[in-house]
């Protein structure tokens, strides 16, 4: 009688050691779970349909005084990317940015990880193949300015030809110090899409911290007409701890 209780006694905890595993945040292999909070974008700026020329010509009017600033910034990604005011990017640096992989380079473009964050939205990362599961990585010092905000220009949005013919992230999968942190899934346009994504790294205030990541994978796509490559054109951080 003892041992058939023993025996139930172990069944019982080798089913709640089980269901204790699966409540992680992820498996060994990366699979996400339930508890991985997802995001939708809480501001979206959309490209503006003039070229660089045109935007430089507008910020010129704007510099001799013949127009109001406002026209310049409300030029969705434009007033976004080259509007050249303080941001968190005053103390906020990216130490290294890898890519799992890129696509090779062609016609005289390169397709690097570098492209998806250097303020530059003609510039782009795109994957060799479908992109499913390749992922960007940044790395940060210790006492860099902490992340509240990430800002993500989806697919080749130079032209609307360009973007329609490359895949587009429609999920991403952001993790935090190798762990999955939150969902970011992404509308289908020619934008600039930001996600509030509290609070992440450790702040000027901590002595000796140690680097800390952020990795985006790429976990769905919407396909391209033409091309399987997934485009992303650039990433804006915003946060705290700068001024
Ligand atoms: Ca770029």
Redesign the pocket.
């Known amino acids: 009688m003892k041992k058939i209780f023993t025996l139930i006694l172990l069944a019982g905890t080798l089913v709640s050691f089980q269901m204790a595993s699966q409540r992680g945040h992820c498996s060994q292999t990366g699979e996400l779970t339930a508890d991985v909070q997802r995001l939708r974008p809480v501001a979206i700026d959309t490209m503006a349909n003039i070229s660089m020329t045109e935007y430089k010509h507008i910020v010129e009017l704007a510099d001799k005084g013949e127009i109001e600033y406002d026209s310049v910034y409300s030029l969705g990604v434009y007033g976004a990317l080259y509007d050249d005011g303080c941001s968190w990017y005053c103390g906020g640096v990216v130490d290294t940015l890898t890519a799992s992989g890129c696509l090779a380079s062609q016609g005289g473009f390169t397709y690097g990880a570098m ?10 990362w795109a994957t060799d193949g479908n992109g499913i599961g390749q992922y960007l990585t940044f790395t940060f010092a210790g006492n860099n300015p902490r992340i509240t905000s990430v800002a993500i ?1 989806n697919g080749h949005v130079k032209s609307e030809k360009a973007w329609r013919d490359n895949s587009r992230v429609k999920t991403l999968l952001m993790y935090y110090n190798d762990k999955p942190y939150r969902l970011l899934e992404l509308e289908d346009s020619r934008s600039l899409q930001y996600f509030d994504v509290d609070t992440v790294g450790y702040g000027p205030d901590v002595e000796n911290a140690p680097k800390w990541t952020l990795k985006f994978e790429i976990k769905e796509v919407y396909p391209g007409a033409k091309y399987q490559d997934c485009v992303i ?2 990433f804006i951080f915003d946060g705290i701890d700068v001024h």
């Open positions: 492209n998806a964050h250097d303020f530059d939205h003609e510039s782009v220009l054109a650039d």
